[in-house]
């Protein structure tokens, strides 16, 4: 079993950057894949940033250059530094782990509104 703990999120204008993270109740050191998603009111859910165990790392093209994804396995944590947020960012995003099988945490709230 993974626990995923977000922390973070919060509301800020346009322009504006934040940094989530995801404490896991593991090694990450054992996770095939750890990352972003989020989910925007009426949509579905979306993948942002992944970073798998061998280091390689997606992107959404709507957060290409303005998001970065990293690790410190040092804490069992990774992050989404995420920098010239948009309104159209505005979303719960969630910290996903794949171990065996998936794993989301319960969210953040990001809001990004003049």
């Known amino acids: 079993q993974v626990e995923l703990v977000e922390s973070g999120g919060g509301s800020v204008q346009p322009g504006a950057s934040l940094r989530l993270s995801c404490a896991a109740s593991?090694?990450?050191?054992?996770?095939?894949?750890m990352g972003w998603y989020r989910q925007a009111p009426g949509k579905e859910r979306e993948l942002v940033a992944a970073?798998?165990?061998?280091?390689?790392?997606n992107y959404a093209a709507s957060v290409q250059g303005r998001f970065t994804i990293s690790r410190d396995y040092a804490k069992n944590t990774w992050y989404l530094q995420m920098n010239r947020l948009k309104a159209e960012d505005t979303a719960v995003y969630y910290c996903?782990?794949?171990?065996?099988?998936?794993?989301w945490g319960n969210g953040t709230l990001v809001t990004v509104s003049s």
């Open positions: 996903n782990a794949l171990l065996g099988r998936n794993y």
């Open positions: 593991v090694n990450i050191f054992s996770i095939n894949s």
């Open positions: 970073i798998f165990s061998g280091g390689s790392i």
